[in-house]
């Protein structure tokens, strides 16, 4: 990234030299040990620049994170030393004539602390170079001081988990060059200043939360070659000077609030070579003539904006000969943009997610470098002179056409010889694919035939296919075992019969998927699974039987092990403490006899453990280790025979429950779906794909006897705690209270005695409570989220009184709340029922939508109510407090 300054030396062979060459070998030989007698006399690092360069490390503790990983964590501040000559420390630049620290590069360097305006770093005066990228900051402002350095040419300051805003100062540094802010969480304005800087030439404030309009004009970045503000809040138009940088080659101002139209450019942009401004609200007719001028640009984009027509002028005299990639995806528009078949040198064009009905082909007749088309989610989209397609597409190797409603495969893909990925999913297409009739695709290597009609594959055209996608279409009969060239194999949601073939095992699934779930299949599983080299094996919603096979006996890639809804007999499989990537393990509905296989605990990834609806018994033997279950993050082992007590060291070990500022928000790793049932209030839903913040305990209905541990109310990131149906005593723990994410809590149908603790009240984000059918005694307690449950959430208890109940206290009693104030209601924690099921294994892009719920009766509306609000709210809160 900066120059550093290393020695070299001049190595010359003897061995056979020429006579005619000795002369100049002296002269080389005189040159070299004068040049080295003249560096060991140059100047050292002044005293006063070396102690500031020790000082300023000194500020900073070294924690090396996972997230450094992929940009070379370095660690060089370790090897300096007091006494040394700090032009000889790594990372360090001086000049060679006056010793005067001029770089410094610290990048990826570890460090975790903050540049306040006392640091020692802003007496190095003479700095051109100073690159901090990749350390943490630890969310502190940008020093006005550095607009001090006026010295500097180069300033890299991303990924710095920097905050506040961008200061003016900046603008004083009029020998900068390149000046990277990005990756931050930088707000407010950009500084005016900052667009006047004469010499800068590389200017990048990308993935902030930078907001206001950009200036409508400036006097400086006449020389500026790459300006990047991507990923902010920045509003109002375009402006035209943004259109008339004379060196500009790359500009990307995509995913911004951007409004109005393109602006004509002001000039000739001959050096542009990328235009990104997708992702705004930008509106108007475009005209492919407004970059005329632009000789050079190779990548357009101008998706997710409101753009409603395109347009080009019959006559015009323009060329964009370089121009290799198009994005005009949701862009709102109901015509093909007819200006493309101008574009001879297009490699990529992407028109998906628009309101096309209709294609002339001829449009691509031009088109001979054309490599991928994404035409997905026009519906419905027809074409003319369809025929003429197998002479367009001499080069196509990738062709989107999914969600376009259409009804049969067309016979251009029988020519299509350079075709290697093919989606058509989410049409209508029907029928067979038979040997005589589908002979095609004898290339592809990625096919998406999901949720269509389809009825049956009798065999498989497809020999070099790796993933195969078949789910979620109306297949019948046996299952036939894909091409061994497979690597990710999905046929689920159909309705296919029999066993599976162990012919399946000579497949090289390579550490991959196969997705049988949801279909009629039957018998046992072939014993040759538990050995293959798989990452996700999902067989859920089926009708296998017998033991579960020794999975992780030979490899131990296996990620996750869908196994729910079948009826496997027998325990859980000992081999499975072989699986260390384990993160999800569904055993639920089926009927398993076993004990609590604690020996699970050992597994260091494993987040979702489902035992649901078994024939589980016994007591949950106490931890010897206190690392047991360190990673989960759900448990459910409801509808079972546990017996004895809660099991209290388990509570003690589940520590990724125990701190939710360092979960991300986001979903865990999966590939596209698990499946997982989650009871509350009575209902059960299924959910698919769940959040990684998401955490629930689920022991309802066994055996369990006893008091709730106080040790509960430690696992502060929880969402959903079940006791209910057992046979548990004593009281409720006022510690629950510290449940601070708790949103369903249900205790019903125990023995607990005494009063509903006043700290539950505290829960702002409890929207489900059970607790009726106990011995509980005492007022209701009343306040913010108790003053919206109802009667049925306390029946059973005659000796409570209060509101909601009928039973008076016999004296005054606090009005219930009807409505929330606005901060209340805005930071009460809703979970994204629509997408949230944990997908965990490793990630293999496939593209699939995000899940969705299914549930087996009509949504309440309590749960309607609190499935639509968004879980980083809450993320964002409980970490706001633990800063």
């Known amino acids: 990234m900066l120059s550093i300054l290393h020695h070299s030396s001049i190595i010359v062979s003897e061995r056979n030299m020429k006579p005619s060459l000795m002369p100049s070998y002296f002269l080389l030989f005189f040159l070299f040990f004068a040049c080295d007698s003249c560096a060991q006399t140059k100047p050292s690092c002044p005293r006063d620049q070396s102690l500031a360069l020790i000082q300023f490390n000194s500020s900073f503790s070294v924690q090396c994170s996972d997230a450094l990983s992929t940009c070379g964590v370095r660690n060089i501040t370790l090897s300096w030393k007091r006494g040394k000559d700090c032009c000889l420390w790594d990372g360090v630049k001086c000049d060679t004539e006056t010793g005067n620290v001029i770089g410094l590069d610290l990048t990826c360097n570890c460090l975790v602390g903050a540049v306040p305006s006392n640091s020692t770093l802003f007496r190095l005066r003479h700095l051109r170079e100073l690159s901090l990228s990749f350390n943490d900051l630890q969310s502190s402002p940008v020093a006005s001081e550095f607009g001090d350095l006026t010295s500097l040419e180069i300033l890299y300051?991303?990924?710095?988990?920097?905050?506040?805003?961008?200061?003016?100062?900046?603008?004083?540094?009029?020998?900068?060059?390149?000046?990277?802010?990005?990756?931050?969480?930088?707000?407010?304005?950009?500084?005016?200043?900052?667009?006047?800087?004469?010499?800068?030439?590389?200017?990048?404030?990308?993935?902030?939360?930078?907001?206001?309009?950009?200036?409508?004009?400036?006097?400086?970045?006449?020389?500026?070659?790459?300006?990047?503000?991507?990923?902010?809040?920045?509003?109002?138009?375009?402006?035209?000077?943004?259109?008339?940088?004379?060196?500009?080659?790359?500009?990307?101002?995509?995913?911004?609030?951007?409004?109005?139209?393109?602006?004509?450019?002001?000039?000739?942009?001959?050096?542009?070579?990328?235009?990104?401004?997708?992702?705004?609200?930008?509106?108007?007719?475009?005209?492919?003539?407004?970059?005329?001028?632009?000789?050079?640009?190779?990548?357009?984009?101008?998706?997710?904006?409101?753009?409603?027509?395109?347009?080009?002028?019959?006559?015009?005299?323009?060329?964009?000969?370089?121009?290799?990639?198009?994005?005009?995806?949701?862009?709102?528009?109901?015509?093909?943009?007819?200006?493309?078949?101008?574009?001879?040198?297009?490699?990529?064009?992407?028109?998906?997610?628009?309101?096309?009905?209709?294609?002339?082909?001829?449009?691509?007749?031009?088109?001979?470098?054309?490599?991928?088309?994404?035409?997905?989610?026009?519906?419905?989209?027809?074409?003319?002179?369809?025929?003429?397609?197998?002479?367009?597409?001499?080069?196509?190797?990738?062709?989107?056409?999914?969600?376009?409603?259409?009804?049969?495969?067309?016979?251009?893909?029988?020519?299509?010889?350079?075709?290697?990925?093919?989606?058509?999913?989410?049409?209508?297409?029907?029928?067979?694919?038979?040997?005589?009739?589908?002979?095609?695709?004898?290339?592809?290597?990625?096919l998406h035939l999901s949720n269509n009609l389809l009825t049956a594959i009798e065999y498989y055209p497809w020999k070099n296919v790796e993933t195969l996608n078949l789910g979620s279409n109306l297949l019948e009969g046996p299952l036939l075992v894909p091409p061994v060239s497979t690597q990710i194999f999905l046929v689920s949601n159909n309705r296919l019969i029999g066993e599976i073939p162990s012919s399946i095992c000579n497949i090289g699934f390579d550490s991959n998927i196969l997705d049988l779930s949801r279909n009629n299949l039957s018998g046992a599983?072939?014993?040759?699974?538990?050995?293959?080299?798989?990452?996700?094996?999902?067989?859920?919603?089926?009708?296998?039987?017998?033991?579960?096979?020794?999975?992780?006996?030979?490899?131990?890639?296996?990620?996750?092990?869908?196994?729910?809804?079948?009826?496997?007999?027998?325990?859980?499989?000992?081999?499975?403490?072989?699986?260390?990537?384990?993160?999800?393990?569904?055993?639920?509905?089926?009927?398993?006899?076993?004990?609590?296989?604690?020996?699970?605990?050992?597994?260091?990834?494993?987040?979702?453990?489902?035992?649901?609806?078994?024939?589980?018994?016994?007591?949950?033997?106490?931890?010897?280790?206190?690392?047991?279950?360190?990673?989960?993050?759900?448990?459910?082992?409801?509808?079972?025979?546990?017996?004895?007590?809660?099991?209290?060291?388990?509570?003690?070990?589940?520590?990724?429950?125990?701190?939710?500022?360092?979960?991300?928000?986001?979903?865990?790793?999966?590939?596209?779906?698990?499946?997982?049932?989650?009871?509350?209030?009575?209902?059960?839903?299924?959910?698919?794909?769940?959040?990684?913040?998401?955490?629930t305990i689920d022991m309802s209905s066994n055996r369990f006897e006893g008091t709730i541990p106080e040790t509960v109310g430690n696992l502060v990131s929880l969402n959903v705690l079940n006791f209910s149906h057992n046979h548990l005593t004593g009281q409720i723990p006022s510690a629950l209270g510290n449940l601070a994410t708790l949103e369903s809590l249900d205790v019903s149908y125990n023995m607990l005695v005494g009063k509903i603790p006043s700290q539950l009240t505290g829960l702002n984000f409890l929207a489900v409570l059970n607790l009726s059918e106990n011995h509980l005694v005492g007022l209701i307690p009343q306040g913010k989220q108790f003053n919206t449950f109802m009667n049925d959430s306390y029946v059973g208890n005659p000796g409570l009184c209060g509101f909601p109940v009928s039973k008076s206290c016999g004296r005054s009693e606090p009005p219930p709340a009807t409505t929330f104030d606005e901060q209340e209601a805005d930071s009460t924690f809703r979970l994204e029922w629509k997408s949230i099921i944990m997908g965990y294994g490793c990630g293999a892009v496939l593209g699939f939508s995000a899940g969705y719920i299914m549930m087996t009766i009509r949504k309440p509306k309590w749960l309607v109510g609190m499935i639509q609000r968004a879980g980083n709210k809450v993320l964002r809160t409980f970490k706001k407090k633990h800063h």
Not at 239 to 265: A, E, H, M, Q, Y
Not at 528 to 550: D, Q, T, V
Request: hydrophobic letters at 40%; charged letters at 15%; a negative charge.
């Open 157 to 446: 300051l991303s990924d710095c988990n920097l905050t506040g805003t961008i200061p003016a100062s900046l603008g004083n540094l009029t020998q900068l060059k390149t000046l990277a802010l990005s990756h931050n969480r930088l707000s407010g304005l950009i500084p005016f200043s900052v667009f006047n800087l004469p010499q800068v030439e590389f200017l990048d404030f990308s993935y902030n939360n930078l907001l206001g309009s950009l200036p409508s004009q400036v006097t400086g970045l006449s020389r500026v070659v790459d300006l990047f503000l991507d990923h902010n809040f920045v509003s109002g138009r375009v402006p035209s000077w943004l259109f008339s940088l004379p060196s500009l080659s790359r500009l990307v101002l995509s995913n911004n609030k951007l409004t109005g139209p393109i602006p004509d450019p002001v000039s000739e942009l001959v050096n542009l070579t990328l235009l990104d401004l997708s992702s705004n609200n930008l509106s108007g007719t475009f005209e492919l003539d407004q970059l005329s001028g632009f000789g050079k640009l190779g990548q357009l984009y101008l998706s997710g904006n409101a753009l409603l027509s395109f347009a080009s002028a019959s006559n015009a005299d323009y060329s964009l000969p370089d121009l290799s990639i198009l994005n005009l995806s949701s862009c709102n528009t109901s015509e093909f943009p007819n200006f493309v078949r101008n574009l001879p040198g297009l490699v990529t064009l992407d028109l998906s997610h628009n309101k096309i009905r209709f294609i002339d082909a001829d449009m691509f007749v031009n088109l001979k470098n054309l490599q991928e088309l994404d035409l997905s989610h026009n519906s419905p989209l027809s074409f003319s002179n369809i025929n003429n397609l197998t002479l367009v597409f001499p080069l196509l190797r990738t062709l989107s056409m999914s969600s376009c409603n259409i009804t049969q495969l067309s016979n251009f893909l029988t020519t299509q010889e350079s075709l290697t990925s093919l989606d058509l999913s989410n049409n209508s297409i029907r029928g067979r694919i038979t040997e005589q009739e589908n002979n095609w695709g004898s290339n592809l290597e990625v």
């Open 525 to 695: 599983i072939p014993e040759c699974l538990g050995y293959a080299k798989l990452n996700s094996l999902y067989l859920h919603k089926n009708h296998f039987h017998g033991n579960i096979p020794n999975f992780c006996a030979d490899d131990r890639m296996l990620n996750t092990l869908n196994l729910n809804d079948n009826d496997f007999e027998g325990s859980v499989p000992k081999s499975l403490v072989n699986c260390e990537n384990l993160e999800v393990l569904n055993l639920g509905n089926n009927k398993i006899n076993d004990t609590f296989p604690h020996w699970l605990g050992t597994l260091p990834r494993l987040q979702v453990l489902a035992l649901r609806a078994n024939h589980f018994h016994g007591q949950i033997s106490p931890s010897e280790n206190g690392s047991h279950f360190s990673t989960l993050r759900i448990l459910d082992l409801s509808h079972n025979e546990f017996s004895g007590l809660l099991p209290t060291s388990y509570f003690k070990s589940f520590k990724s429950m125990m701190d939710l500022s360092q979960v991300q928000m986001g979903y865990m790793n999966s590939y596209f779906e698990d499946s997982l049932v989650i009871a509350m209030k009575g209902v059960e839903v299924e959910l698919k794909r769940i959040l990684t913040i998401f955490a």
